[in-house]
T-cell receptor, first 111, second 112 residues
């Protein structure tokens, strides 16, 4: 089955700098890759997703890139702000009925 | 928030007692999921359902059972709760066409 590895597990950046979180997946049939943000005490919330027929997708300060050949995808957050502090999860899904999640990255934005 | 509710939101129980958590959706989605979240373990799938009376196991299904007799309700039962089942439990639905999962608000369960 699918296996998703996420790195780093913790990330600390200065406010205004960029943050990058990387995930690798094992199943070449996976074709859908969402990212979730979870603030302390809250539910995970979808922030951006990408399909395998697209190499990059942007939404304001966040972007996701996908390299199908290498089977990895990344979340990029530019001009980070204190409200970006949270745990971020990547996930992957192929024709299967469920998503497989990475272990999460705790992002801290330092003022 | 995608019309998902969970009940109860908080529960404290004792080892050996049965516990049932309820997930309710208002949007007629076919797929529903139960996860548990513990520090250092991310989101781990317990069971999921792909239709009424159609369910399957996830990666941490031991000690849990589920039922889905109506499209809108997905129940998670701990037949005899143990302290290792202390966790935050999230229900999720899967919404096409994006195939993203949308999460309920969570239930914090403490087993003493």
């Amino acid at each position: 089955g699918e296996n998703v590895e996420q790195h780093p597990s913790t990330l600390s950046v200065q406010e205004g700098d960029s943050a990058v979180i990387k995930c690798t997946y094992s199943d070449s049939a996976s074709n859908y890759f969402p990212w979730y943000k979870q603030e302390l005490g809250k539910r995970p919330q979808l922030i951006i997703d990408i399909r395998s027929n697209v190499g990059e997708k942007k939404d304001q300060r966040i972007a996701v890139t996908l390299n199908k050949t290498a089977k990895h995808f990344s979340l990029h957050i530019t001009e980070t702000q204190p409200e970006d502090s949270a745990v971020y999860f990547c996930a992957a899904s192929g024709g299967a009925q469920k998503l497989v999640f990475g272990q999460g990255t705790r992002l801290t934005i330092n003022p | 928030d995608a019309g998902i509710t969970q009940s109860p939101r908080h529960k404290v129980t004792e080892t050996g007692t049965p516990v049932t958590l309820r997930c309710h959706q208002t949007e007629n989605h076919r797929y529903m999921y139960w996860y548990r979240q513990d520090p250092g373990h991310g989101l781990r799938l317990i069971h999921y359902s792909y239709g009424v009376k159609d369910t399957d196991k996830g990666e941490v299904s031991d000690g849990y059972s589920v039922s889905r007799s109506k499209t809108e309700d997905f129940l998670l039962t701990l037949e005899s709760a143990t302290s290792s089942q202390t966790s935050v439990y999230f229900c999720a639905i899967r919404s096409p066409p994006g195939l993203a999962e949308y999460f309920g608000p969570g239930t914090r369960l403490t087993v003493l």
